[in-house]
Structure formats: structure tokens, C-alpha cells
């Protein structure tokens, strides 16, 4: 099947995060592919990156993960303003806050200010979950759980393409069924809110558990960025300020399928 050549996909600002660099199920080439078409001013990195818990345990860097950090650093020196909000995964760059390497400026939150006047919080959001926070250990050992259940997911979607069926996430079927998984993601979501309130402005951008959505809570604009470990998603603010949820993987099916015009209509918005 011949892929088309596209003309990057341009945007004002683009936000993605948990992408997990250093974990066998991180979608790297995935996000490769949309990193090499897509342009942005404003490039925010937004928590979990690099999975340093992970990579304590056992390495793994494979040459598409270096290739993503090559990227990145690539769009930087081109002009793309590159911020880094570590998150709990990569949380040793916390260390480096306030600082400017190759210039990526890492920074412990940030204020967006979008095409239309609305200011953003941007937070990876770990500070929230009531898990990581009070229990490591915890943390740790339903993360390892996760892992699993990944590795299972990587195995179902093998049997899936080979029967001719698209990418489909175990993992994030089970959090919407899940009774616990939702209420959890419901007390995150109002967590988050409740701290914007209290920062003056119009909403927040984060991330940490890996479900992408656009919403108002309590007149809150709240948007979770996603992950690229089960949904391969960013939210992207257009050059007039809108914000929309890109699903990258539905954007690679349309790569294989359609011509390039018909691409943009079948990106999901929010």
C-alpha cells in the first residue's frame, strides 16, 4: 500500500504528554509519524515523557524512541518554542525547573495564553491523584498491573490487524467500565478544576491518565491531552484559538486510504 506524502498539518500550539519514552508499549512510531507532519509555534511537553520508572527496572531504547527525542530537540532549533512540564514518571527532571537545555525550557507549570485571550494552566496533574500522592508503593504496583494489561492489548491487536480490524485500546475499555476507574477519573477531573479556580484563568491543560478530553467543569475549561501509549492523541489549538483532540491513529488509517484533502474532515473535535 503506497503512503502518501502530505503537507505538514499546521497549528498554533500543539500539547501532548504520557508518551512514556523507555516502555515497551509507548507508540513511538506513531508519534514519530505525527511529530514529522505536523508544525507548530508552541510545542508543550507535558508530563511522562521519558518513563525513568520504568527504565529503573529494566532498559529499553529502541532507536524510534531516540528518534522522538531527535525530533523534538529538531523543532526546537528550528524555531518551535519547546516547553517541558515534567511529570511523576520523569519527575528527576523536575530537578532542572527554571532551566533551558537545547532550547526546550522545562518548567514546573506554565500559563498559555491561546489566539483568543484565554489563558491556560498547564500541569501534568499527578498532584491530583490521590494514589500517587499518598502511596508510591501503590502507585508503582498498579503500574506494573497496567503494564500487563498492555502487554495483552499489544497481543490482541496483533490477532486484530492480522483478521483485518483497526487498533482498538483494551486499556482504556476497561477504565471507561471499570465503576472505580470512572469515579476516579471523575474526582481527577474535578480536582483539577477546583485548583484552576484558584489560579485566575480560563482553564487547564493536563495529562497523567491517559484520557483525552475536552470539558467544562464547574465554567472550567478542562482538557486532558491523552497518551501515546493506548489512544496516540495531542490536542492541537488552531491559529484562531479553537482547541480540538487529535487521534492520531485514525489520521494514519485516512494517510493509507484517502487523498490527502479528505484528511482533515475526519480529524475528531471536541
Not at 518513563?51 to 526546537?76: S, Y
Not at 491517559?210 to 486532558?224: F, G, P, Q, S, T
Not at 482547541?243 to 488509517?253: K, N, P, V
Amino acid at each position: 500500500m503506497t503512503v502518501l506524502q502530505l503537507t505538514p498539518l499546521c497549528y498554533r500550539s500543539i500539547f501532548i504528554s504520557d508518551v512514556h519514552l523507555g516502555f515497551r508499549g509507548c507508540r513511538a512510531d506513531c508519534l514519530l509519524d505525527f511529530l514529522h507532519n505536523t508544525e507548530s509555534e508552541y510545542l508543550y511537553l507535558i508530563g511522562d515523557i521519558i518513563d525513568v520508572w520504568e527504565m529503573r527496572n529494566r532498559l529499553f531504547w529502541p532507536q524510534a524512541h531516540n528518534n522522538v527525542i531527535r525530533t523534538i530537540l529538531g523543532k526546537a532549533k528550528r524555531g518551535t518554542q519547546v516547553v517541558y512540564i515534567p511529570g511523576n514518571h520523569d519527575e528527576v527532571f523536575r530537578d532542572y525547573v527554571d532551566m533551558d537545555f537545547g532550547n526546550v525550557a522545562i518548567r514546573r507549570d506554565a500559563i498559555h495564553v491561546t489566539a483568543a485571550g484565554k489563558r491556560l494552566l498547564l500541569l501534568h496533574g499527578d498532584e491530583f491523584d490521590r494514589v500517587v500522592q499518598c502511596s508510591r508503593l501503590l502507585a508503582m504496583l498498579g503500574n506494573r498491573a497496567y503494564d500487563w494489561l498492555l502487554y495483552f492489548n499489544r497481543w490482541l491487536n496483533v490477532f486484530r490487524r492480522k483478521l483485518g480490524f483497526p487498533y482498538w485500546s483494551l486499556a482504556a475499555y476497561m477504565k471507561h467500565k471499570v465503576k472505580n476507574a470512572t469515579k476516579f477519573i471523575s474526582d481527577y477531573e474535578e480536582a483539577v478544576a477546583r485548583e484552576t479556580l484558584k489560579r485566575n484563568v480560563h482553564g487547564v491543560v493536563c495529562g497523567h491518565i491517559h484520557r483525552a478530553e475536552i470539558a467544562l467543569h464547574d465554567k472550567v475549561l478542562y482538557c486532558n491531552d491523552g497518551d501515546w501509549v493506548e489512544s496516540c492523541t495531542a490536542l492541537v489549538e488552531k491559529h484562531d484559538g479553537n482547541l480540538e483532540i487529535l487521534y492520531w491513529t485514525d489520521q494514519q488509517l485516512m494517510v493509507n486510504r484517502e487523498p490527502a484533502e479528505q484528511m482533515q474532515s475526519d480529524v475528531s473535535a471536541v
